[in-house]
């Protein structure tokens, strides 16, 4: 998190030098909720997405009078739930469980620094209205799966996997928002954004010949200023 810190308020430090010296450039900080899923293969449990949440910073440059570049640096938790039940049936050893049927529960997560790349368009006559759609990039941080259970006996964990994940997510951000002009130079926004990607990030085989891609919206409230 240490290093987290560092990236984005170096990247903080970077833009405020240049939007002091570009009116046509706007620099903003943004957070919200992020609800994601996987996809792209058969599951024998039941997968629901998961909430988690998003923040960075971002940096907007003017190219018209209604078209933008907007690119953001974001920490971003992508997490999915899954449920089932373990039938024991007749356990031969001391040690193990009684015989029983039990519930256990996993929580899958990534975290990533991600990088998307977009161009917004502001419409309405007020020009308060936005859409915008791009690439992103995402570089993995670490991943693992929390597990929970009733079954005696057995331990609650958390196990990293990052080695069997790839370092690399890419795909496509496309979002939705409206802007509230505080007054000339600052803004507050929200933006409801969704990032399909396209990478399969299992570096291992996935049952069936699957693959693993991530899939998030955001709901995102946000502030700038130039």
Same mark, same amino acid.
């Given at each position: 998190?240490?290093? =987290? ?18 009116? +046509? ?6 957070? /919200? ?7 792209? @293969? ?8 998961? %909430?988690?949440? *998003?923040?960075? *910073? ?10 933008? =570049? +907007? ?6 938790? #992508? ?8 039938? $024991?049936?007749?356990?031969? *050893? ?10 256990? &529960?996993?929580? !899958? ?10 161009? #917004? ?5 007020? &020009?308060? %209205? @936005? $859409?915008?759609?791009?690439? @992103?990039?995402? @570089?993995?941080?670490? !991943?693992?799966?929390?597990? +929970?259970?009733?079954?005696? /006996? ?20 496309? /979002? ?24 399969? =990030?299992? #570096? ?8 693993? +891609?991530?899939? !998030? ?10």
């Amino acid at each position: 998190m240490k290093k =987290i810190t560092f990236l984005l308020f170096t990247f903080l430090l970077i833009i405020s030098k240049i939007t002091a010296q570009d009116s +046509k450039i706007k620099f903003g900080i943004q957070g /919200g909720l992020n609800y994601s899923s996987f996809r792209g @293969y058969d599951s024998f449990v039941d997968d629901n997405p998961g %909430f988690a949440y *998003v923040f960075g *910073v971002s940096l907007q440059h003017q190219i018209q009078d209604n078209l933008s =570049i +907007k690119v953001d640096l974001n920490y971003e938790r #992508k997490t999915q739930n899954s449920k089932g039940v373990v039938e $024991i049936l007749n356990p031969n *050893v001391p040690t193990e469980p009684m015989e029983g049927t039990y519930r256990f &529960k996993t929580t !899958s997560y990534l975290n990533y620094i991600v990088l998307p790349i977009m161009l #917004k368009f502001s419409f309405s006559s007020d &020009k308060s %209205f @936005y $859409i915008n759609g791009g690439p @992103y990039l995402g @570089y993995l941080l670490k !991943s693992g799966i929390k597990s +929970k259970s009733n079954i005696p /006996g057995v331990i609650n964990a958390d196990d990293e996997d990052t080695d069997r994940k790839k370092s690399l997510d890419f795909g496509l951000s496309a /979002g939705i928002g409206k802007e509230f002009k505080l007054d000339a130079n600052h803004q507050i926004y929200i933006e409801l954004r969704d990032n399909l990607g396209l990478e399969n =990030i299992s #570096k291992t085989e996935v049952i069936n010949n699957g693959t693993i +891609k991530t899939n !998030s919206v955001n709901l995102l409230v946000g502030f700038t200023f130039n």
